[in-house]
C-alpha cells in the first residue's frame, strides 16, 4: 500500500515536473506564459503597478526566451477569482501571480497550485504566515505596511512643525483617517502606525472621527463630504491610507467651496499618478512612495527565475520567500524624481 501510494507520488512529482517546464517554440525558444490574477481593475495603484509587471516582462525577452502574462481581475470577488486562477492553470501557465480578492481566505488558490506544482506569487495582500508556510514554492512580494505609517506620521510631524496646521490654537490637532478596506494588512497597519508615530514624536492628537472608504476616490469624497457636515472647519488634518482616498477628500472641499485658509492638510500613501499631481499641485502636503516600479520588476524577476530554473540566488529574500520593498517620503521639494519615474 504504501509503495503505490508512493509510485503513485513519484509519477506526480515527475508529471508535475514535465508541466512546469515551458514550451518550445518552432524555432527552439522557450515559450512561458505567467498568469496574473488581481482583486479589482477600479484600485489605481494595482492598475499601474500591473501596466509596470507587463512593462517589466517584455524586457527579459530575448531571443531564446518568450514570456507573457495573461491578466485577469476580479471585481472584487473571491469566487471570481478562483475560478480565474483555475482557467489560468488550465491554460498552461507556468507561474501565477495572485493579488487576492480576500487574504484570509487563499486555500482554494492555494490547493490548485499545488496540485498542478504550478508556483504562486502573492502581491501586495499579503496572506497570513501559516497560510504561506503550505508549500515552498510560495512567496509574496509587497512592501511593509509599518513603515508607510511611520514614514507618513514623520511626514505629518514636520509639517504640524513648520506651518499652522493648529487653525483654532487649541494645541491639539483635530484629525480624521480614511481607511482602506477593513481587513487589508495595508489599513489596519498603516492607520494604527501613523497614529503611534504622531504621539511618539509629541504631537497632541484628537480623533474627530473615521471612515472606510476601501482605497477608493469616489468613496472617500462621500464620506468626506459627511464629516464635513459633522465637523464643519473644524477638521485640521486628514490622514489617509493611500492617495486616491485623499484625492477624493480634496473632491469634498471642492465640492462645497471650502476656501484653502478653511482646508485641512492631507497626507496620502502610494505615489500614484494622481497622487504625485496633488503634491506637485500642493494640494496634498505629501506621499509614501509604494514601489511599484521595484515591486513589479520583483515580481518580473521571479516569475522568470521560477519558469527557467535560473536565476533564483540574485533575489534577496527574507524569511526565504519574502521580499519587501522600501517606502519613500515624497514632499513638494522631491516629487520631481518620483515624477520622472511614471
Ligand atoms: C495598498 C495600496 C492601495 C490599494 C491596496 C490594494 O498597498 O496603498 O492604494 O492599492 O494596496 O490592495
Ligand atoms: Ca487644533
Redesign the pocket.
Known sequence: MIKKAGIILLCGVMFAGLCSCGKKTADGAQKFQVGVAY?NQT????RELIDCFRGDLEEYKTKNLEISAMVREAGGSEKTQNEQVEELIDAGCDVLCV?LVDRSDPSEIIDMAMENDVPLIFF??EPVREDMMQWEKMYYV??NARQSGQLQGELAVEVIRSQDVDRNGDGKIQYVILE??AD?Q?AIIRTESVVNTLKEKGIELEKLSYQIAN?NRAQAQNRMKQMIGQFHDSIELVLS????MAAGAIDAYDELNYTEENRPVFFG??G?AVGLQGVKDREIAGTIY?DKEGQAEAMAQLSVALCTGEGMDAISFEDERYVFLPYLKVTYDNVDEFLDRQ
Open positions: 482583486y484600485d489605481t495603484f494595482l493579488n501586495n495582500r509587497g512592501a482602506g478596506e487589508h495595508d482605497w491610507n493611500n492617495d486616491d500613501v502610494d500614484t509604494n
